[in-house]
C-alpha cells in the first residue's frame, strides 16, 4: 500500500463526489471518486469486504440518512464497524488479522442509493 498517496487521497478537501463508480463483483456497491483514490493505493480489500458482507444488512435496515463505516487500525490489524447512529450498538462488525493501511481512524459513509437498490460509499470530505 502506498500509505503517503491513501493520506493525501482521504484528506484532500473536496466539495463533494463527481461521480460513483460500481463495484465489479458487488454490482449494488457504488462508491465516489474520492473513495476510488483511496481504493487505488492498495485499499481494495476493504470495498471488497463491504461488498460481500456489508450491503445487504445496510439496505436492509432502516436507515435515514447515513451511516459510518469505521476503520481503527493498530499495529497492523483493523477492526471494522458499521454504526448506524452513535447512540446504537454496531449493525456490522469484522476483525483484519493483517492489514498495510496506516494506523489511526479511517472513516467512510454509507447512503442508500436513490434510484436503484444499492448502497454508495463516500468520504466524509465528500459531503
Not at 38 to 66: A, H, Q, R
Not at 69 to 80: E, F, N
Request: net charge neutral.
Amino acid at each position: 500500500m502506498d500509505t503517503e498517496s491513501f493520506v493525501g487521497a482521504y484528506r484532500t478537501p473536496r466539495k463533494r463526489a463527481n461521480c460513483f463508480y460500481r463495484h465489479a463483483m458487488w454490482r449494488r456497491l457504488v462508491y465516489s471518486d474520492g473513495v476510488k483514490e483511496c481504493l487505488e493505493t492498495g485499499l481494495y480489500w476493504l470495498m471488497d469486504i463491504v461488498g460481500n458482507e456489508c450491503v445487504k444488512p445496510v439496505l436492509d435496515s432502516s436507515l435515514k440518512t447515513m451511516a459510518t463505516l469505521q476503520v481503527d487500525v493498530l499495529d497492523g490489524r483493523a477492526s471494522l464497524r458499521i454504526d448506524m447512529q452513535s447512540d446504537t450498538p454496531p449493525v456490522w462488525m469484522k476483525c483484519v488479522r493483517y492489514t498495510d493501511m496506516p494506523d489511526g481512524r479511517w472513516t467512510f459513509l454509507l447512503a442508500k442509493g436513490d434510484v436503484y437498490r444499492e448502497m454508495k460509499a463516500i468520504l466524509p470530505t465528500e459531503t
